[in-house]
């Protein structure tokens, strides 16, 4: 039995006691927009594109992470709401390569985000690293949206295998003292690759496919690692 | 590169030792544990961090998150002396840059650098809290490392800085911080250059009310006391400590923690600075009654590690208090038993922001947490916390012995007791001034402070986070009322004054720098916005403006006002869009340039 009942848009709203903004709406149909959040994920409300107006409060509040409650109030799209998640967008698109985040593209397209609203930004571009024989990392791409962190630690697997570099925008995911994934904790069960929403993280035999291996040189290829490793 | 020695084999048995003394508190220690180590190795090496690992039970990718994430902790060689130079805008005010560069050419390095022969490290800090006595310099030197922070450096001083010498009693280094005001409720016993000992304090009443509270009031009444007589929280916020400790009170769970919020860091404030390094037993008598009130069996003080004598005080002041019988098992006889536990910062102004505070304790990186739920309820271990300011539990002993009705008076109706304020910049006596909450800007800088030096331009209210007053605002009543109805802010009482000599392009790049630099990355807005605002900044200060600038500086503020995580991400633009506000012309394209059309914000 329904326990909560708000508004959303204007529309009448019920739902159990417990959930969140973004699962009211979306039992109504109205869809929020999110980029770090995974319904596999603890939802840490980090990337804030899907903050909404909720009357009475002073801030925007995050719809990932927001409990409904009896009697809200609350406005999905209005001027403010726009203009941070059109910001947002555009500040992303001036620091990561976003080339094969087709998602956030869409969002950048809905909200008329200029990708290059921010002329002589700086850019994360560190290299990709490809230290494995399962998946490389392109940080290059990476969004901070931390699912691979989370997944490798309580969120699922318990390998510990990742954590961050430095602070702030300086931020990257990381391992120990810089260590290959070999190294690691990493045990390659790959759930980081699969919750990856940029292609950050991607199957090795994918991105050589991509860089034009053909799949005959990517056979040699492995072959001979794999013969070095047993060696 | 000469390979400093600490990098070939690292002698293991004290770092062993460290462990063995540690092994029972697990990741809590992980902090302190890190910081000994450093003092003993000079870096954290990968064999010490792994151990440290191990010896702990934390996963190593989590032990080098936590490195990384500290600004004073290196896990590469830094030199055998590191000198950290602050150049936020008041000592930018007194020469900052020159002593920065200075010190660079003293020991032969670019900023940021090691020299070759690994015995000097150079860089810029974030603001130290000496802010009245700049330009301030910390220096970590020798082997266990010890912290020193310096008062009134000019580039002449640079050798005995390098040398860690010289920064005794009565030298030029000496902070005899300059205390005054129209009130002395907790400050009488302040700047004096030297530490109240625990006899000095109580001969003048010190430990009475710990004593009342104990003998002739249950919790709920100490609670009823804070309540009735409105106590404000004093770090910025101005929440009121009684709903903390009422709350914390009331939920369930054991234990329960009281927290000392030491972490101060916002540029332009000293006060609780002074106050730990002068009168350390009051805030500790401050404390205790607010773990009793709420029912706390530990409590934790959270200093900023670029404070190492307010922490040599504090230490000093609670050994005293732990032999009179004020903390410990059955205090004074009473039913109440109370642990202290001190904890040392590591570099990060995010941890003052409570609950970023409370996972920095846990031994983790300092990321403010999702609140909901509070920490009166999950904090500490994820039990009942209350957590307070320095300066508001050095007001709560006056509030037990006086009661709450004389405390109502020294303030306006909403803003009860004495405030701190923290005055540095183009001032005659740069200081800090306990006044009763009402009194007017003007009265704080023309008489109190001794008036400006040259003529007013501008005040920069609320530290970093706070937003700009001009001369025309100057009778505004420093209440927490009266300032936000003026579209200001008090903040933590940081009062930075800056004359017509001064350029705000300057200082506003300054303030941009240091949130770029303390923003923990979290959440977008603040990890994206606190960049793109400081490369706009730097846009502003050097004259190359590009078209749409100023709006881009008000999309990105007002996007970080918004819709942040937390404190900092909502205030890093408040300082930039007040002098928008005030000072369009700043922002023209070319000097002198067309003043450009400003956005309304919606």
């Given at each position: 039995m329904p326990a909560i009942h708000l508004t959303i848009d204007g529309a009448a709203v019920s739902v159990e006691a417990g959930a969140t903004l973004l699962q009211a709406a979306t039992s109504a149909g109205i869809a929020i927009p999110t980029i770090c959040y995974h319904e596999a994920c603890t939802a840490n409300g980090l990337c804030r594109l899907c903050v909404v107006e909720v009357k009475g409060a002073r801030l925007l509040q995050p719809a990932c992470i927001a409990a409904a409650a009896d009697g809200m109030e609350v406005t999905t799209r209005s001027a403010r709401v726009e203009r941070a998640r059109r910001t947002i967008l555009e500040m992303l698109a001036a620091s990561v390569d976003l080339s094969q985040a087709p998602a956030i593209q869409l969002q950048m397209a809905g909200y008329a985000a200029q990708p290059d609203r921010f002329p002589g930004a700086e850019e994360r571009r560190p290299p990709l690293i490809d230290d494995n024989p399962m998946y490389i990392r392109d940080y290059a791409k990476c969004i901070l949206c931390w699912r691979c962190v989370q997944v490798c630690a309580e969120d699922a697997q318990y390998t510990f295998a990742l954590s961050f570099d430095g602070r702030g925008f300086e931020s990257q995911i990381g391992t120990f003292f810089d260590k290959a994934m070999p190294e690691s904790t990493c045990v390659f069960c790959g759930q980081c690759v699969g919750v990856c929403p940029t292609n950050a993280l991607k199957p090795r035999r994918e991105w050589l496919l991509e860089e034009g291996k053909t799949p005959d040189e990517i056979m040699q290829l492995t072959r001979s690692e794999r013969r070095r490793r047993r060696r | 590169m000469q390979i400093p020695l600490e990098d070939a084999a690292p002698e293991t048995t004290p770092l062993r030792q460290l462990l063995a003394n540690y092994a029972a508190s697990g990741r809590s220690a992980l902090l302190p544990v890190l910081l000994e180590a450093q003092a003993l190795y000079g870096y954290i090496t990968e064999p010490v961090a792994a151990e440290i690992g191990r010896g702990l039970g934390v996963p190593l990718a989590d032990v080098h998150g936590v490195i990384e994430f500290y600004a004073l902790l290196y896990r590469r060689p830094v030199g055998r002396t590191v000198v950290r130079v602050c150049t936020d805008p008041s000592c930018a005010l007194r020469g900052a840059d020159a002593v920065l560069e200075a010190a660079c050419r003293y020991a032969g390095v670019e900023l940021g650098g090691m020299s070759a022969d690994g015995e000097y490290s150079v860089e810029r800090s974030p603001c130290l809290g000496q802010c009245n006595a700049g330009v301030s310099v910390n220096v970590t030197h020798g082997r266990p490392a010890q912290s020193i922070t310096y008062a009134h450096v000019a580039p002449d001083a640079l050798d005995d800085v390098f040398a860690a010498r010289g920064r005794t009693t009565g030298s030029r280094y000496w902070t005899y911080d300059y205390v005054g005001g129209d009130l002395c409720i907790v400050t009488p016993l302040c700047g004096r250059g030297q530490r109240t000992n625990l006899v000095e304090y109580q001969a003048v009443g010190g430990m009475q009310a710990l004593h009342k509270a104990l003998t002739e009031m249950t919790p709920a009444d100490v609670i009823a006391e804070i309540k009735a007589c409105t106590l404000l929280g004093r770090g910025g916020a101005a929440f009121p400590a009684w709903l903390k400790w009422d709350a914390a009170a009331a939920a369930p769970g054991w234990p329960k923690y009281f927290v000392v919020n030491a972490d101060e860091s916002e540029p332009g404030t000293f006060k609780d600075r002074i106050l730990l390094e002068g009168d350390p037993c009051r805030i500790i008598e401050g404390a205790l009654i607010g773990a009793y009130a709420i029912g706390a069996t530990k409590i934790y003080f959270y200093v900023r590690g670029e404070y190492p004598l307010a922490i040599e005080r504090l230490h000093a002041a609670l050994a005293e208090c732990r032999a009179a019988g004020y903390?410990?098992?059955?205090?004074?006889?009473?039913a109440f038993s109370v642990e202290v536990e001190v904890r040392s910062g590591a570099g990060a102004y995010i941890c003052g922001e409570e609950t970023a505070l409370l996972e920095s304790i846990e031994g983790k990186r300092g990321f403010p947490r999702v609140k909901p739920p509070f920490p009166v309820t999950n904090g500490l271990f994820g039990k009942p916390t209350a957590i307070n300011n320095v300066e508001t539990l050095a007001k709560v002993p006056y509030i037990v012995v006086h009661g709450p009705a004389a405390f109502r008076e020294l303030g306006t109706e909403s803003s009860t007791g004495p405030k701190l304020m923290c005055v540095s910049g183009d001032v005659v006596r740069p200081g800090l001034y306990e006044v009763h909450f009402g009194v007017t800007l003007r009265t704080v800088l023309e008489q109190l402070a001794g008036g400006v030096t040259g003529d007013l331009q501008a005040v920069l209210l609320g530290g970093a986070a706070g937003s700009f007053a001009v001369p025309a605002q100057l009778d505004v009543k420093l209440t927490i009322e009266d300032l936000r109805a003026a579209g200001l802010t008090l903040g933590s009482g940081a009062i930075m004054v800056f004359n017509t000599t001064r350029d705000l392009r300057d200082i506003l790049l300054r303030l941009g720098r240091f949130f770029a630099h303390e923003s923990c990355g979290k959440c977008y807005p603040c990890q994206l916005g606190t960049q793109r605002q400081l490369e706009l900044l730097e846009r502003v200060a050097h004259a190359g403006l590009l078209g749409g600038d100023v709006e881009r500086l008000q999309d990105v503020g007002w996007t970080m006002t918004d819709a942040s995580l937390c404190g900092l991400g909502q205030t890093a633009a408040s300082a930039v869009l007040s002098a928008i506000h005030h000072w369009p012309a700043l922002f023209a394209a070319a000097p002198g340039g067309a003043t450009p059309d400003l956005k309304k914000d919606v």
């Amino acid at each position: 039995m329904p326990a909560i009942h708000l508004t959303i848009d204007g529309a009448a709203v019920s739902v159990e006691a417990g959930a969140t903004l973004l699962q009211a709406a979306t039992s109504a149909g109205i869809a929020i927009p999110t980029i770090c959040y995974h319904e596999a994920c603890t939802a840490n409300g980090l990337c804030r594109l899907c903050v909404v107006e909720v009357k009475g409060a002073r801030l925007l509040q995050p719809a990932c992470i927001a409990a409904a409650a009896d009697g809200m109030e609350v406005t999905t799209r209005s001027a403010r709401v726009e203009r941070a998640r059109r910001t947002i967008l555009e500040m992303l698109a001036a620091s990561v390569d976003l080339s094969q985040a087709p998602a956030i593209q869409l969002q950048m397209a809905g909200y008329a985000a200029q990708p290059d609203r921010f002329p002589g930004a700086e850019e994360r571009r560190p290299p990709l690293i490809d230290d494995n024989p399962m998946y490389i990392r392109d940080y290059a791409k990476c969004i901070l949206c931390w699912r691979c962190v989370q997944v490798c630690a309580e969120d699922a697997q318990y390998t510990f295998a990742l954590s961050f570099d430095g602070r702030g925008f300086e931020s990257q995911i990381g391992t120990f003292f810089d260590k290959a994934m070999p190294e690691s904790t990493c045990v390659f069960c790959g759930q980081c690759v699969g919750v990856c929403p940029t292609n950050a993280l991607k199957p090795r035999r994918e991105w050589l496919l991509e860089e034009g291996k053909t799949p005959d040189e990517i056979m040699q290829l492995t072959r001979s690692e794999r013969r070095r490793r047993r060696r | 590169m000469q390979i400093p020695l600490e990098d070939a084999a690292p002698e293991t048995t004290p770092l062993r030792q460290l462990l063995a003394n540690y092994a029972a508190s697990g990741r809590s220690a992980l902090l302190p544990v890190l910081l000994e180590a450093q003092a003993l190795y000079g870096y954290i090496t990968e064999p010490v961090a792994a151990e440290i690992g191990r010896g702990l039970g934390v996963p190593l990718a989590d032990v080098h998150g936590v490195i990384e994430f500290y600004a004073l902790l290196y896990r590469r060689p830094v030199g055998r002396t590191v000198v950290r130079v602050c150049t936020d805008p008041s000592c930018a005010l007194r020469g900052a840059d020159a002593v920065l560069e200075a010190a660079c050419r003293y020991a032969g390095v670019e900023l940021g650098g090691m020299s070759a022969d690994g015995e000097y490290s150079v860089e810029r800090s974030p603001c130290l809290g000496q802010c009245n006595a700049g330009v301030s310099v910390n220096v970590t030197h020798g082997r266990p490392a010890q912290s020193i922070t310096y008062a009134h450096v000019a580039p002449d001083a640079l050798d005995d800085v390098f040398a860690a010498r010289g920064r005794t009693t009565g030298s030029r280094y000496w902070t005899y911080d300059y205390v005054g005001g129209d009130l002395c409720i907790v400050t009488p016993l302040c700047g004096r250059g030297q530490r109240t000992n625990l006899v000095e304090y109580q001969a003048v009443g010190g430990m009475q009310a710990l004593h009342k509270a104990l003998t002739e009031m249950t919790p709920a009444d100490v609670i009823a006391e804070i309540k009735a007589c409105t106590l404000l929280g004093r770090g910025g916020a101005a929440f009121p400590a009684w709903l903390k400790w009422d709350a914390a009170a009331a939920a369930p769970g054991w234990p329960k923690y009281f927290v000392v919020n030491a972490d101060e860091s916002e540029p332009g404030t000293f006060k609780d600075r002074i106050l730990l390094e002068g009168d350390p037993c009051r805030i500790i008598e401050g404390a205790l009654i607010g773990a009793y009130a709420i029912g706390a069996t530990k409590i934790y003080f959270y200093v900023r590690g670029e404070y190492p004598l307010a922490i040599e005080r504090l230490h000093a002041a609670l050994a005293e208090c732990r032999a009179a019988g004020y903390w410990g098992e059955n205090v004074l006889g009473s039913a109440f038993s109370v642990e202290v536990e001190v904890r040392s910062g590591a570099g990060a102004y995010i941890c003052g922001e409570e609950t970023a505070l409370l996972e920095s304790i846990e031994g983790k990186r300092g990321f403010p947490r999702v609140k909901p739920p509070f920490p009166v309820t999950n904090g500490l271990f994820g039990k009942p916390t209350a957590i307070n300011n320095v300066e508001t539990l050095a007001k709560v002993p006056y509030i037990v012995v006086h009661g709450p009705a004389a405390f109502r008076e020294l303030g306006t109706e909403s803003s009860t007791g004495p405030k701190l304020m923290c005055v540095s910049g183009d001032v005659v006596r740069p200081g800090l001034y306990e006044v009763h909450f009402g009194v007017t800007l003007r009265t704080v800088l023309e008489q109190l402070a001794g008036g400006v030096t040259g003529d007013l331009q501008a005040v920069l209210l609320g530290g970093a986070a706070g937003s700009f007053a001009v001369p025309a605002q100057l009778d505004v009543k420093l209440t927490i009322e009266d300032l936000r109805a003026a579209g200001l802010t008090l903040g933590s009482g940081a009062i930075m004054v800056f004359n017509t000599t001064r350029d705000l392009r300057d200082i506003l790049l300054r303030l941009g720098r240091f949130f770029a630099h303390e923003s923990c990355g979290k959440c977008y807005p603040c990890q994206l916005g606190t960049q793109r605002q400081l490369e706009l900044l730097e846009r502003v200060a050097h004259a190359g403006l590009l078209g749409g600038d100023v709006e881009r500086l008000q999309d990105v503020g007002w996007t970080m006002t918004d819709a942040s995580l937390c404190g900092l991400g909502q205030t890093a633009a408040s300082a930039v869009l007040s002098a928008i506000h005030h000072w369009p012309a700043l922002f023209a394209a070319a000097p002198g340039g067309a003043t450009p059309d400003l956005k309304k914000d919606v």
